[in-house]
């Protein structure tokens, strides 16, 4: 029984403890279970924190994110299309200025789209390539700040071949070395002693390296680094330079730059690099001149805006980071994002920084448009002084002297701030800097140029300040520079005048077309009198003009008034225009100070002497050296074939000592001069100064040109100017204790020295060729004189004349021609009236006679009375020769500013290959057929072999080659515009010329013009018609021919004079010409000479006229320069006993370019004036005119 209790009592226990663990369990598990849902609530209501402030945080990112995600959906799309046109962008456009990377890329896109590629249409590379932080700090580092500055950096450092910058203000060099700076970049240039030991180490290091001031053909021994002909060779990297092969470590960075504005380079050097041109910008010149001007004048502000720059760009970058941060950890996060604990510490932390960052980022903007607003009163000096700048550099292409560097350009520009009249008031200080500087530079620049563009510059600095003010018309402006170019007078309305030239009515039917100009031609019709009066006026710029036009038109539209009628007045025009416009003194240039030029100069500065001929510098060098006290340490050399070791010994010791070297003639000696170096090694003597002299050479070193204060070196002008100098020049005591004759022998040697200066004035009418007479000719001759009149009792006068005319002077002649002229002259000046009477007159003006005797003081004073310009009369020419020199002075400035305002050749788009391609086509049009050659041999029978038709055959030949090869030429310019051909170099010339209204020069091979394209192509078509109408009758020569027609001229006449010598059976060498100038009209000609010859038409006179009722030569009456000659008998006769008397022998020219351009000499009766009148006069017979 108990045992049974006992049992049960087990039994029961156990199952009460076994209830118990299971309750236990229970009770275990739900605690567990309650501890796990309290610990889901806890991490649900973490989580639910978590995202409510994950939601919180990025709740502002949303939209953006949203529009982001869709752009950048969209930009997905379109990459394969946008990658090709930036492919295209890096590889190819570096080498193009902002307008033709904008013309091509919009060709490309235009391209891509219609091949059904995606691509983004407004698709820019400088937002594609390039991160706004990084662009901030290339700014900072020296990269202008403008697009197409941005887009030379994303070339640079995205293009996989070495870059190849063209950088002539030095731009890349500055970026590049400050952003590679903390790799510890490397600069050298091939003429640098240790360079290839440079490049070495940089290979092997990984260093970056900049190879300077390169030309236009690389040094071969980078020739390895430009083909990256790597080799590996096992585990190791090299690379063979310098005939070794040298580990190569994948960091290198090799950069080129180059100084030249304009290189040539080689295709295989094009296809190893990437060339990129780094030329200044104007919009990133004028941000770095404002910041200049307000760091002088505001140095507060500006300085505010350089730390905001930096701030505002720190801030934006410290953005992006935390944005960037926060994008990574919820890529890369491993975990569900409301579990990653680094998001939420990083988002609480970004949302600190981020609304501190905000908030000093929305103060600093504001700040700094306030800034700016401040700055923005100081943006009119920037303009102006970044419109002045890139006049200054267009100079350049005038002469290759005329290189100016941007550095040096800044440091004037901080002169003129410094120097320039203070003012409380704002629009008075910025009128003050902008005044102050434009002088300084018109003054600083005018000692570099040579005379004849001084008024250039003025007009050029005067039309850049107007055209950026808006107050100036390029219509207006390009018709001032080419006049109007007519190819085809059939549709041209009459001319209603009798006075008036053609090609002045070419240029007034095509200003008409100008707007504001429409009903000029009704003007000459109703108003015809009033006009010629005008016309025919010495300074028809200071009258009014005729009827309401003197009212309607502004100083600038006046002068193209002057240019259509009175080309020779146009520097007159243009001269009183600069002083309305900036004032009297950017007509008067400074008088060259070589001292001032000294004291501006410093150690590293050269300076340099631009040479004309008969010029030498070295004797006022020496001068100011004396009154400097430099003297005992100045040293001159001059540069030639073995003195390199000497000049280079000379610098080395005036570096070191503090001396002056002067190296004559460096043009002589470019390539040494361009290799030297340590130039600027600060190291050298402050009193250091290398002087240096050269000729204009375009071969001369830009890295010395450019920092070059350059002073050029001319004769003074005129008989006054050379007379003056040369009896400054005179020892006082040998003057005066010299006997009365040679003091006025001498007078009259110094005379006929600076008459022949004087002529080269005239140009054609003065010379055929182009002489340096220089003063070791006066000194000759001088010299000449003294021994001879010691020597003889009696003045030798015809031993002096042949010494003096033919030896000395004569020695400079390569035109016989020429060397008549020197005769004339001597037989006047060198005669006994020049000793027996008093006041002896040396020209037809009367100020211009041999003074009375006395001291060289006394005939100093003399000079100084004489007219300060003397005119044309008084060394023999006639008041005209003034009105052709001065128009051709006109259309020389006009051509040259029309290079300067040219856009370029072909494909500069829109406008220009438009009016080319339909001036192409209106010639290809009007353009004549080639004459049949066969017909014309048949018609010759067996006479095809006579003279005359061998002459028609040669001129037929010389007709149809350049018809074909205009013909070929215009076709092939039409195609190269259309983009079916490439623009190859002859096209890009013939492109330039159409447009300039040039004829290209290979078109004239056979046959020189001076003309314009349009009087040139309708000389053409009527040379034509005379050839043909020869051919048509081909046995004998033309009724009456027209000379100027054929392509060689001496050619027929030699065929005329041979047809007669077989006609009468003489020898051609005993022939010879008569002429007789017929007083007929050319219409009374019906049939050829019977006595034998040719009737000879179409000839001009220059430089006088014909009196056709007497028949001999007179004076040309007022504005008359060339004096259409009446038909000539040529007629071949027996030279036997023939003599000439009252007769000048007048060269007959092919074309107003004299020199290689002889004819024929035909005589002609002198009439009341002598044959040296006329050769005085250059007066000549020419068979075409310039116009």
Known sequence: MKQQILAEARAKLRELSEMIARLQKEYDEKVAQKDELERKSRMLQLKLERAEALITGLSGERERWEVTVERLDKEFDNLPGDC??????????????????????????????????????????????????????????????????????????????????????GQALIWISRMEEKNDIQI??????????IMETCLTEGKPVIVQNVGEVLDPSIAPILDKAIVVIGSSTVIKFNEKMVPYNTNFKMYLTTKLGNPVYTPETLTKTTMVNFAVKEQGLTAQLLGIVVRKERPQLEQMKDTLVMTIANNKKVLMDLENDLLRIMYESQVPLLENEELFVTLQTSQRTSLEVKEALITSQDTEKEIDTARQGYVPVAIRASVLFFALNDLSRIDPMYQFSLDAYIDLFNYSIDRSPKSTELEDRINNLNEFHTYALYKNTCRALFERHKLLLSFHIVSRILFQMGKMSMHEYLFLLKGGVVLDRSEQPENPTNWMPDECWDNITELDKLPGFHGVIDSFEVFTKEWKEWYLNPEPELQPLVGDWNDVCNDFQR????????????????????????????????????????????????????????????????????????????????????????????????????????????????????????????????????????????????????RSIKMTTEPPQGLKGN?????????????????????????????????????????????????????????????????????????PWDALRYLFAIINYGGHITDDWDKRVLVAYINQFFCEEALDTPFYRLSSIPSYHIPRDGSLESYRDFLDLLPPSERAESIGQHASADVATLAQDALIMCSTLFALASTGGGGAGGGEDQKVDELAQEMLTKLPNKIDVETTEKMMGPEIVMPMCVSLLQEIGYYNVLISTITAGLKELRRAIEGLVVMSD?????????????????????????????????????????????????????????????????????????????????????????????????????????????????????????????????????????????????????????????????????????????????????????????????????????S
């Not at 050298?188 to 030991?197: C, R």
């Not at 008998?1129 to 003599?1139: D, E, L």
């Open 84 to 169: 090709l046109i930036a492919t295209g962008f890096v590889a190819y456009l570096g080498p193009f200025v902002s307008e033709y990377r904008e013309a091509l890329m919009s060709d490309w896109f235009m391209e891509v789209y219609n091949e059904n590629v995606p691509v983004t249409m407004d698709l820019s590379m400088k937002y594609f390539l390039l991160d706004d932080a990084t662009l901030r700090d290339w700014n900072y580092m020296g990269l202008p700040d403008d697009n197409f500055s941005a887009e030379n950096g994303i070339i640079v450092v995205r293009a996989t071949r070495w870059p190849l910058a063209i950088d002539p203000q």
């Open 723 to 795: 007379m003056v100098r040369i009896f400054a020049n005179l020892n006082e005591d040998k003057f005066d204790e010299a006997t009365p004759k040679y003091r006025r022998l001498l007078y009259c040697v110094a005379f006929f020295h600076c008459t022949l200066i004087a002529r080269k004035r005239f140009r054609q009418l003065g010379y055929n060729a182009v002489y340096s007479f220089n003063d070791a000719d006066f000194d000759v001759s001088d010299n000449l004189l003294a021994n001879y009149l010691d020597e003889y009792e009696e003045v």
């Open 559 to 706: 002068i193209l008034f002057v240019r259509s009628l009175r080309v020779d007045r146009v520097s007159a025009c243009i001269t009183t225009f600069i002083i309305n416009v900036l004032g009297p003194r950017y007509v008067e240039p400074p008088v060259l100070d070589i001292k001032a030029a000294w004291e501006e100069s410093s150690w590293k500065t050269s300076l340099l002497f631009v040479l004309s001929p008969g010029v030498d510098p070295t004797a006022s060098l020496i001068q100011l050296a004396i009154d400097v006290k430099m003297f005992d340490k100045f040293q001159s050399l001059s540069l030639g074939q073995g003195q390199a070791p000497t000049a280079a010994r000379l610098m080395s010791q005036g570096m070191k000592e503090g001396g002056w070297v002067f190296l004559a003639n460096c043009h002589l000696a470019c390539i040494w001069l361009g290799s030297l170096r340590g130039l600027d090694n600060p190291r050298i003597h402050p009193r250091f100064r290398l002087w240096l002299s050269s000729m204009p050479d375009d071969k001369f070193p830009l890295n010395i040109l450019q």
């Open 188 to 197: 050298v240039d091939f003429g640098q002693p240790n360079y290839l030991k």
């Open 986 to 1186: 002859m096209l890009e010339i013939m492109y330039s010329c159409i447009f300039e209204g040039r004829v290209p020069e290979f078109w004239q091979k056979a046959r020189p013009s001076m003309k314009p394209l349009g009087s040139w192509c309708r000389e053409l078509y009527l040379r034509g018609a005379h050839v043909a109408a020869w051919a048509n009758a081909p046995r004998a020569p033309p009724t009456l021919c027209w000379l100027p027609a054929l392509v060689a001229p001496t050619g027929f006449l030699t065929a005329v004079m041979q047809t007669t010598a077989r006609g009468e059976g003489w020898p051609i060498d005993s022939l010879c010409w008569e002429f007789t100038v017929m007083p007929l009209e050319e219409s009374s000609f019906v049939r050829p000479p019977r006595d034998g010859g040719v009737y000879i038409r179409g000839q001009y006179l220059e430089g006088a006229s014909w009196f056709k009722k007497e028949g001999y030569l007179q004076e040309p009456l007022p504005m008359q320069l060339v004096f259409p000659m009446s038909p000539i008998h040529f007629k071949p006769i027996r030279a036997t006993g023939r003599r000439l008397r009252n007769r000048y022998v007048c060269p007959c020219y092919y074309y107003p370019l004299r020199k290689g351009a002889f004819v024929v000499a035909v005589d002609l009766p002198s009439g009341k004036e002598s044959s040296d009148f006329w050769v005085k006069r250059g007066t000549a017979l020419l068979c075409t005119l310039a």
